[in-house]
């Protein structure tokens, strides 16, 4: 959590030169991502956009009747974004033949209520299995072959080696998105689009067996991946090096010859697949309107091998490499965050430049201060799964972090990363460090109490709270906002420019419209006499301090 060295900002600022993210708006001023050195923003109407979302449940929005009164309960919980699905099946019930009412009542429904959407397209597959393609593409396997096993039997999963598979998809897909332009273009309600839902092959076989695949098996590692990985070597993931390294990184002949005769190079090979067929499904979908779009990912959730614990070639981060060597119209590579460890998975999808977004994850007050962690990373968004019907006191304990992130959007989105903190809590921390401007913040969540009802200060209420987290931003020299629940923060010299330093003064405030409003002044017991910051556990809450040098 220290902040990054200066080296690897150079090398993200000059890999994000080189991604795929538009650099200039687009002439119909649709949403679109924005990169300037390390940071990725999403632009929506001319302004960046911090996603406060919530991922509803995937039936929800097949309903118009189950709908009407989760529109208005989302808007009051304070998301300003929900991603919901749209299927396949939903869209086109016969081939060529198009339905797109339940799109228009989600777009009409989330409009109504100052609601953004980002819809999820189910279409060749959801989870690993293909469940919500069309029975006319379910139903006829000689023209839809699917994933077979060793043994040549069919699984319940579309091929991602044949065409006819990825072209229908694709055409489905293209029809989607020309009428969200049609229906949307002007109004900016869609923001981005997922494509498919965590890919790869769920069972037992780490690779498909039908006789597509198995001619490709056989075929050269294709140019584009070879010359991706020699080219960024020294930067590619641990886990995928440690596969090339055992055949001495060889880097010309077959799948088996490159990678191995393994589990784990028959994932490459899959991962390389999906990413070209979701690639081109995207491509296709662009061609009709140039939305922002990813994937994401069933991130491995236990060691072992592939096809047990992920599905085998979805975007986990041992072959995220080989994903963003295949993919140049899909824009971010996103993880599906459940494990407690959202600080390792986060900083793993940190990579090559690809732009940071949580698309699922947990709610409630952990999802709350993992919230808080992941907006002073540089997410583009956040967004627990299943919000509709979630317990009220879930989202209302994340609701409080995204009301304090809502207030500071305009300053996160306008400051170098490199300016920004962030730490969270995890099972056994008891603190935690990081350097900014001339300073070591030395973070403690341990002591830190939730309030009384006595009102005592933060070091001496009642039950100790396991959540904590701070989001700090270096405004100024000697100047500081944090955003934090759960901490108390010291200051310590960290330069040979300061000898000593102490706080001057704490504020603590809110953000109206990006300006400063000041509360209560907090120089007393509040900072235990300007010691130390501190943050109660239950409530998110924003403070601005200043130091001082001096001898
Ligand atoms: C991850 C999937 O992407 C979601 O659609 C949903 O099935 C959840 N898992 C369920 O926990």
New binding site residues.
């Given amino acids: 959590m220290f902040k990054r060295g200066i080296l690897l900002d150079f090398l993200l600022a000059a890999l994000a030169a080189s991604t795929t993210a538009s650099a200039t708006p687009p002439a119909d001023g649709a949403p679109h991502l924005e990169r300037s050195g390390a940071n990725t923003r999403l632009i929506v109407d001319g302004k960046p956009y911090l996603i406060l979302g919530g991922?509803l449940r995937?039936s929800s929005t097949s309903s118009f009747d189950y709908m009407r009164p989760i529109w208005p309960q989302m808007a009051a919980e304070k998301f300003n974004t929900l991603l919901a699905p749209t299927t396949w099946e939903q869209v086109e019930p016969q081939e060529g033949k198009f339905d797109f009412s339940l799109v228009d009542a989600a777009i009409t429904g989330a409009r109504e209520n100052n609601l953004h959407l980002i819809f999820?397209w189910f279409g060749s597959w959801?989870?690993g299995i293909s469940s919500y393609e069309p029975v006319w593409v379910k139903s006829n396997m000689k023209r839809f072959p699917r994933v077979q096993d060793a043994e040549g039997t069919n699984l319940e999963i579309l091929s991602a080696f044949d065409n006819a598979n990825r072209d229908s998809d694709a055409r489905a897909y293209a029809a989607l998105m020309k009428h969200i332009r049609e229906f949307d273009g002007t109004k900016h309600t869609v923001l981005m689009m997922q494509v498919e839902?965590?890919s790869g092959i769920l069972g037992d076989t780490a690779r498909d067996h039908s006789p597509e695949a198995e001619a490709a098996w056989k075929k050269p590692v294709p140019e584009a991946l070879l010359t991706f990985l020699a080219k960024n070597k020294a930067l590619l993931q641990p886990e995928f090096l440690d596969v090339w390294a055992r055949t001495g990184y060889k880097n010309k002949g077959t799948w088996a010859e490159v990678f191995g005769n393994s589990q784990r190079a028959e994932e490459i090979f899959e991962a390389w697949q999906y990413s070209q067929y979701i690639d081109a499904v995207a491509g296709a979908g662009k061609a009709e309107y140039a939305i922002p779009m990813y994937v994401?990912t069933?991130i491995t959730q236990y060691t072992g091998e592939p096809g047990g614990e992920h599905p085998s070639g979805g975007s986990v981060s041992r072959v995220l490499d080989v994903w963003l060597a295949g993919i140049s119209h899909l824009d971010i590579v996103a993880p599906?965050i459940?494990l407690p460890d959202l600080r390792g998975v986060l900083a793993s999808y940190d990579h090559l430049g690809n732009p940071l977004f949580i698309p699922?994850t947990r709610n409630g007050a952990a999802g709350g201060a993992n919230a808080l962690y992941a907006f002073g990373q540089g997410v583009i968004g956040f967004s627990p799964?299943?919000v509709d019907q979630a317990a009220e006191s879930e989202n209302v304990a994340l609701g409080a972090v995204y009301r304090v992130i809502d207030q500071l959007t305009p300053l996160l989105t306008t400051t170098d990363r490199t300016k920004i903190a962030s730490v969270v809590r995890q099972e056994g921390d008891a603190k935690a460090a990081v350097e900014l401007d001339d300073y070591l913040l030395r973070i403690q969540y341990e002591g830190v109490t939730v309030r009384g009802a006595g009102g005592g200060t933060a070091t001496n209420g009642a039950a100790t709270t396991p959540f904590g987290a701070a989001l700090i931003i270096n405004t100024a020299p000697d100047e500081f906002i944090v955003a934090a629940e759960g901490v108390t923060i010291n200051f310590l010299p960290n330069s040979n420019r300061v000898r000593q330093v102490s706080i001057m003064s704490v504020e603590e405030g809110i953000f109206s419209n990006g300006v400063w409003v000041p509360g209560r002044r907090l120089n007393g017991d509040e900072t235990n006499s300007n010691d130390h910051l501190i943050f109660r556990g239950d409530m998110p809450t924003i403070q601005k301090v200043k130091l001082y040098r001096h001898d």
Avoid: G, P, Q
């Fill in positions: 991922e995937n999820l959801k989870n839902n965590e994401n069933w599906d459940y699922e799964f299943a």
